[in-house]
């Protein structure tokens, strides 16, 4: 553990745990921001600019989550942005994980902390032009209608902060929908919608089998999507990650159980079969999991405990679409 690593876990302990699941209820709709960003942070650079953007937050697993859209529009371009808060009910603290449309995968780790007074603190330690940094975001100034982001960074170990981004954000009634992206990939479409999901689940050593819904939406103008299921003791969120640069998805899980960001499969569609790969310990031993989606309405999971040679089925979902609404 490193001086700053000791840094950050004292200023988290620091806070009480008065901290529950509504913290974050201030921020749920639909508002505008007024943002300044420093040009160049920890340079000495004095030099702001400004831009003027959209945020659209919404509750997800009953309110354990939020999943908020940005979209920011700036001097050096147009920045759609990704903020995913999880409430932990066992050590009652938010984590907070970010994407970048531009990346499309869930950058570092994520940004801990919680309220105390009306005030949101949350630190993670970062690398910033090859050294690691400290980085500090706040919740501030919170009313019925508007509150204020703030984010600082610390090269010394968190005896100073600079701040280089200030965003006032206002509420509004209602924005405008995103536009379509026309550059995005479209490999997931066929799963965007409502759904009756069939579940098949190998558990305790049998087969299980639970009815239950799934409920899929698009983010960044179609660029990515999250699905939300819940079907009997299986419930959670999807977030579906695309990187236009190396042309892969990234797939990552929540389980509502556990509240916590799971290690993500990467892959991609080829001859009408999308698949998708990571490595990560289970039972105690590091497993080969493959996530497989076939259009338009299967998808399995399957593990490997021989590098990859064969595989065992432990999922199995199938996806019917739910009558249409009136």
Same mark, same amino acid.
């Given at each position: ?10 200023a ?20 505008? +921001?007024?943002?300044?960003?420093? #040009? ?28 908020? #859209?940005?979209?920011? @529009?700036q ?9 995913l ?10 984590s =907070?994980?970010?994407a ?23 630190? @993670? #330690?970062e ?5 690691m =940094?400290?980085?500090r ?13 703030e #984010?600082?960074? +610390?090269?010394?170990?968190g005896?100073?902060?600079?701040? $280089? ?7 509004? @009634?209602?924005l !405008?929908?995103? !536009?379509?992206?026309?550059?995005r ?39 990515? $999507? =999250?699905?939300?299921?819940?079907a ?16 892969t998805?990234?797939l ?19 001859g009408?079969r ?7 310990? =289970?039972?105690?031993?590091?497993t ?6 076939? !259009? ?7 593990? +490997? ?7 065992? !089925? ?13």
């Amino acid at each position: 553990m490193t001086l700053r690593n000791l840094t950050v876990l004292v200023a988290l302990a620091a806070l009480p745990a008065s901290a529950n699941e509504h913290d974050f209820d201030f921020a749920a709709g639909s508002f505008r +921001s007024q943002v300044r960003r420093l #040009q160049k942070p920890l340079t000495g650079s004095t030099t702001w600019f400004e831009a003027k953007g959209e945020v659209r937050t919404r509750k997800v697993l009953n309110g354990l989550a939020e999943v908020e #859209q940005v979209e920011l @529009d700036q001097p050096t371009g147009h920045l759609q942005a990704f903020n995913l808060r999880l409430w932990n009910p066992e050590t009652r603290q938010w984590s =907070i994980h970010f994407a970048n449309a531009r990346v499309g995968t869930i950058n570092g780790p994520p940004s801990v902390g919680e309220f105390r007074d009306g005030r949101g603190e949350f630190y @993670d #330690q970062e690398e910033w032009d090859g050294r690691m =940094i400290l980085v500090r975001h706040v919740f501030s100034e919170i009313k019925p209608d508007s509150y204020r982001f703030e #984010q600082a960074f +610390s090269a010394d170990g968190g005896k100073t902060w600079e701040a $280089n981004w200030i965003a006032d954000c206002r509420r509004v @009634d209602s924005l !405008p929908a995103v !536009p379509e992206a026309q550059d995005r990939n479209r490999d997931f479409d066929f799963n965007l919608g409502k759904w009756h999901a069939r579940v098949s689940r190998f558990t305790g050593g049998k087969w299980a089998d639970f009815d239950g819904t799934a409920e899929v939406t698009s983010l960044w103008g179609g660029r990515a $999507n =999250i699905a939300e299921l819940r079907a009997g003791p299986l419930e959670g969120l999807s977030v579906r990650l695309y990187n236009p640069q190396a042309h892969t998805w990234s797939l990552y899980w929540v389980s509502a159980k556990g509240m916590t960001l799971e290690v993500a499969p990467v892959g991609s569609f080829a001859g009408g079969r999308g698949e998708f790969v990571d490595v990560e310990p =289970i039972a105690g031993r590091m497993t080969f999991v493959r996530e497989s989606f076939v !259009p338009p309405s299967k998808f399995e999971a399957a593990y +490997s405990f021989d590098g990859g040679r064969t595989w065992e !089925p432990r999922m199995r979902i199938t996806f019917e679409p739910l009558p249409r609404e009136g």
